[in-house]
């Protein structure tokens, strides 16, 4: 890769890794739905005007139908179940949970696309559901309250729905425009949580800092990573812009340790690097060696 996709590599999980914050800070005070609202209402404002620049709108249009499901499924109830859990568990802890993404993806696209699996494959998928089965047990220990434990299924609901939209965009969203699919998908989802949203505004307004935690939200983490995003797709390819996601732990966790004072354990990061090692192996990143004929 050259200096300038690193340079997005790293600015895009940075971003993504603060999404965690930003959630942790605004749900308590907005509530799940309004928050999820804001993020893809805001995240819409920004790329449209992007996307009609680029006279996208048409395709836009023609692929309306399969980006509403992308909106719903990739943005609008993972949005939601990740405000939701933010109301419970540390935002590093969710970071680590959300690393799942490609890891549900490699298994439906085995499933669904029938696409092929190998060793390393269900070696990854095997490792990765170890460590998430490990990492909820030691969270529920860690974490105070009863909403640990609906927090953690609620962020690997949200991670397979992830993995499941990327199978899907890929079935069915092949000939669209990559911007085209982002813009859609958070004014879809936008459309979606507008009434619900307005149904559980707050009774009192919250405070600047916390509208300011929805507009980098919704601006920074939301908007503007998904054109980095896409970006990245389009230069380097999917296969390696997907290695975003094992930076974003470190960033969620660094930020959320240093502006919110969360502890990282050291189980937590063994654990972390077990999911990881597995998601790697299930998506291809890493492939276990292959026995030689002398070997053999």
């Not at 309004?34 to 805001?42: K, N």
């Not at 439906?108 to 089965?133: C, D, H, T």
């Amino acid at each position: 890769m050259k200096p300038r996709d690193i340079a997005d590599l790293v600015l895009l999980a940075a971003l993504w890794g603060a999404s965690f914050l930003f959630m942790r800070v605004a749900a308590p005070h907005f509530g799940p739905l309004p928050l999820a609202a804001l993020r893809v209402a805001g995240a819409a404002l920004l790329l449209l005007p992007l996307l009609a620049m680029r006279s996208g709108l048409g395709g836009l249009r023609r692929h309306w139908r399969p980006i509403a499901v992308v909106g719903l499924t990739n943005s609008a109830l993972p949005f939601l179940a990740f405000s939701l859990a933010a109301l419970y568990i540390p935002a590093g802890l969710s970071s680590i949970l959300n690393a799942t993404s490609p890891m549900f993806g490699a298994l439906i696209a085995m499933a669904w696309l029938r696409e092929p699996s190998s060793a390393s494959r269900i070696a990854g998928l095997g490792i990765g559901f170890i460590g998430v089965v490990l990492l909820a047990g030691d969270s529920n220990s860690l974490v105070a309250g009863q909403g640990a434990g609906l927090a953690i299924g609620l962020c690997l609901g949200a991670s397979a729905l992830y993995g499941f939209s990327a199978c899907f965009a890929k079935r069915y969203l092949g000939p669209a425009e990559s911007l085209a699919v982002a813009t859609g998908s958070q004014v879809s989802a936008a459309l979606v949580l507008a009434l619900p949203a307005w149904w559980a505004w707050p009774a009192s307004n919250p405070a600047p800092r916390q509208w300011l935690a929805v507009l980098a939200l919704a601006l920074f983490c939301t908007g503007i990573a998904y054109v980095l995003y896409f970006r990245l797709i389009a230069r380097i390819g999917p296969a390696r812009a997907i290695a975003v996601t094992f930076l974003v732990p470190a960033f969620a966790m660094l930020w959320a340790g240093v502006f919110l004072g969360e502890a990282v354990t050291v189980g937590m990061l063994a654990l972390c690097a077990l999911i990881l090692l597995g998601t790697s192996l299930a998506t291809g990143v890493l492939v276990l060696p292959r026995r030689t004929r002398h070997a053999r």
